[in-house]
Protein backbone atom coordinates (compact mmCIF):
# COMPACT_ATOMS: atom_id res chain seq x y z
CA UNK A 1 0.00 0.00 0.00
CA UNK A 2 1.49 3.35 -1.03
CA UNK A 3 0.05 6.51 1.31
CA UNK A 4 0.36 9.77 -0.25
CA UNK A 5 0.46 13.24 1.65
CA UNK A 6 0.30 16.65 -0.42
CA UNK A 7 1.22 19.90 1.49
CA UNK A 8 2.19 23.44 0.27
CA UNK A 9 -1.55 24.67 -0.57
CA UNK A 10 -2.89 28.41 0.72
CA UNK A 11 -3.96 31.32 -0.04
CA UNK A 12 -2.12 33.45 -2.53
CA UNK A 13 -3.04 36.56 -4.99
CA UNK A 14 -3.81 36.20 -8.55
CA UNK A 15 -0.39 36.38 -10.38
CA UNK A 16 1.55 34.64 -7.46
CA UNK A 17 2.88 31.42 -6.93
CA UNK A 18 2.91 28.22 -5.15
CA UNK A 19 4.52 24.91 -4.36
CA UNK A 20 2.73 21.57 -3.64
CA UNK A 21 4.10 18.48 -2.91
CA UNK A 22 3.17 14.91 -2.86
CA UNK A 23 5.22 12.43 -0.20
CA UNK A 24 4.97 9.19 -0.77
CA UNK A 25 5.41 6.57 2.14
CA UNK A 26 4.19 3.18 2.76
CA UNK A 27 5.35 -0.25 0.76
CA UNK A 28 6.81 2.41 -1.59
CA UNK A 29 8.15 1.72 -5.14
CA UNK A 30 7.56 5.57 -5.95
CA UNK A 31 9.93 5.41 -8.67
CA UNK A 32 7.71 2.45 -10.84
CA UNK A 33 4.81 4.59 -10.73
CA UNK A 34 3.62 7.39 -12.61
CA UNK A 35 2.39 10.55 -11.04
CA UNK A 36 -0.28 12.94 -10.93
CA UNK A 37 -1.88 16.00 -10.21
CA UNK A 38 -5.79 16.39 -10.09
CA UNK A 39 -7.98 19.37 -8.63
CA UNK A 40 -11.54 20.01 -7.93
CA UNK A 41 -13.53 23.21 -7.58
CA UNK A 42 -16.66 23.52 -5.59
CA UNK A 43 -19.59 21.64 -7.46
CA UNK A 44 -17.12 20.84 -10.14
CA UNK A 45 -15.74 17.25 -11.37
CA UNK A 46 -12.43 16.37 -10.82
CA UNK A 47 -9.87 17.41 -13.19
CA UNK A 48 -6.55 16.53 -14.51
CA UNK A 49 -3.82 19.14 -14.23
CA UNK A 50 -0.52 17.17 -15.22
CA UNK A 51 1.27 14.09 -15.00
CA UNK A 52 5.02 12.87 -14.97
CA UNK A 53 6.45 9.40 -15.95
CA UNK A 54 8.32 7.30 -13.47
CA UNK A 55 11.46 8.12 -15.33
CA UNK A 56 10.67 11.70 -15.50
CA UNK A 57 11.59 11.82 -18.93
CA UNK A 58 7.90 12.73 -20.25
CA UNK A 59 5.28 15.26 -18.84
CA UNK A 60 1.70 16.07 -19.82
CA UNK A 61 -0.76 19.39 -18.96
CA UNK A 62 -4.06 20.08 -19.78
CA UNK A 63 -4.44 23.35 -21.85
CA UNK A 64 -5.64 25.19 -18.84
CA UNK A 65 -2.14 25.17 -17.14
CA UNK A 66 0.42 24.89 -19.89
CA UNK A 67 3.05 27.31 -19.41
CA UNK A 68 1.84 28.31 -16.08
CA UNK A 69 2.38 25.27 -14.17
CA UNK A 70 5.54 22.71 -13.79
CA UNK A 71 5.86 18.85 -12.70
CA UNK A 72 8.54 17.05 -11.77
CA UNK A 73 9.37 14.54 -9.12
CA UNK A 74 12.23 13.38 -6.83
CA UNK A 75 12.15 9.73 -6.86
CA UNK A 76 15.69 9.34 -4.74
CA UNK A 77 13.53 11.37 -1.62
CA UNK A 78 9.83 10.10 -2.80
CA UNK A 79 8.24 13.00 -3.40
CA UNK A 80 6.58 14.72 -6.37
CA UNK A 81 6.20 18.31 -6.79
CA UNK A 82 4.18 21.08 -8.91
CA UNK A 83 5.02 24.73 -9.45
CA UNK A 84 1.88 26.65 -9.79
CA UNK A 85 3.24 30.23 -11.50
CA UNK A 86 0.52 33.01 -12.76
CA UNK A 87 -1.41 31.70 -10.90
CA UNK A 88 -5.44 32.92 -11.47
CA UNK A 89 -8.94 33.02 -9.72
CA UNK A 90 -9.92 30.29 -11.55
CA UNK A 91 -7.10 27.83 -10.16
CA UNK A 92 -8.44 27.80 -6.94
CA UNK A 93 -9.32 23.83 -5.72
CA UNK A 94 -8.63 21.39 -4.31
CA UNK A 95 -4.98 19.94 -5.36
CA UNK A 96 -4.77 16.12 -5.24
CA UNK A 97 -1.77 13.75 -6.18
CA UNK A 98 -1.88 10.30 -7.53
CA UNK A 99 -0.02 7.53 -8.47
CA UNK A 100 -0.44 5.02 -11.10
CA UNK A 101 0.78 1.54 -11.55
CA UNK A 102 1.97 0.59 -15.40
CA UNK A 103 0.89 3.43 -16.72
CA UNK A 104 2.55 5.93 -18.93
CA UNK A 105 0.90 9.13 -18.34
CA UNK A 106 -2.37 8.48 -17.37
CA UNK A 107 -4.66 11.72 -17.52
CA UNK A 108 -7.94 9.68 -16.48
CA UNK A 109 -8.52 9.43 -12.65
CA UNK A 110 -9.65 5.91 -13.15
CA UNK A 111 -6.17 5.26 -14.36
CA UNK A 112 -4.40 5.94 -11.14
CA UNK A 113 -4.50 3.68 -7.91
CA UNK A 114 -3.68 6.00 -5.32
CA UNK A 115 -4.65 9.13 -3.99
CA UNK A 116 -3.93 11.82 -1.32
CA UNK A 117 -6.67 13.68 1.13
CA UNK A 118 -5.73 16.86 -0.88
CA UNK A 119 -4.44 20.59 0.18
CA UNK A 120 -6.75 23.41 -0.81
CA UNK A 121 -5.30 26.23 -2.88
CA UNK A 122 -7.25 29.63 -2.91
CA UNK A 123 -6.23 32.25 -5.69
CA UNK A 124 -7.57 35.74 -4.86
CA UNK A 125 -8.85 38.05 -7.21
Known amino acids: QVQLVESGGGLVQAGGSLRLSCAAS?????????MGWFRQAPGKEREFVAA????????LYADSVKGRFTISRTNAKNTGYLQMNSLKPEDTAVYYC?????????????????WGQGTQVTVSS
Open 98 to 114: AGARGALLPDKAYEYDY
Open 26 to 34: GRTFFSSYA
Open 52 to 59: INWGRSST
